[in-house]
Every structure is written in structure tokens, then in C-alpha cells.
């Protein structure tokens, strides 16, 4: 479920043309991270997907009724609302 949430996170920096560096700036988090990040080299935190996210205008909402938060519980899953 991560892995759609960094998609989609990656397919709005790109659709936007928001560069790495445009994106780290705006969020505090840094290009080396973020590239990281969008190459499933890291798993980055909650925190870090919603200071992307909410760079880009998006919001990440967590539903409790679906798969999984971060891997911890069936119970939880995270979804992206535009």
C-alpha cells in the first residue's frame, strides 16, 4: 500500500513539474530522501508521505477499515485524496 501512495506522490510531483529540488524546498525534506523515496530505497515515515504530500496539495487520509498502515496491522492502510 505504500508503494501507491509514494506512486502517487511521485506521478503529482511530475504531472505539477515539480523538480526533486523544488519539492525538497517546499517540504523540508531533502532531494536525496525524496529520491530515495520515489526508488523504494527507503520506507519512509507517515510524517514524511504528508509533508510530500500536502507540497503538493494532496492530503493522506488513513481509513482504518482497509489493508495496512506501514506495514503494522491489517486493520489500517493508507489511501491519497486529491
Known amino acids: ?7 502517487q506522490i511521485k506521478a503529482e510531483r511530475i504531472r505539477k513539474k515539480v523538480t526533486m ?7 523540508g525534506v531533502s532531494q536525496k530522501h525524496i529520491s530515495n523515496i ?3 530505497k527507503v520506507k519512509p515515515t507517515l ?3 504528508e509533508k510530500l504530500a500536502k507540497s503538493l496539495g494532496l ?5 482504518l ?3 495496512e498502515l506501514l506495514g503494522n496491522s ?9
Open 21 to 27: 529540488d523544488e519539492l525538497a524546498i517546499a517540504s
Open 74 to 82: 491489517k486493520k489500517n492502510t493508507l489511501k491519497l485524496a486529491a
Open 38 to 40: 520515489e526508488n523504494y
Open 65 to 67: 477499515k482497509e489493508v
Open 47 to 49: 510524517e514524511t508521505l
Open 59 to 63: 492530503e493522506i487520509g488513513v481509513s
Open 1 to 7: 500500500m505504500m508503494e501507491k501512495i509514494i506512486e
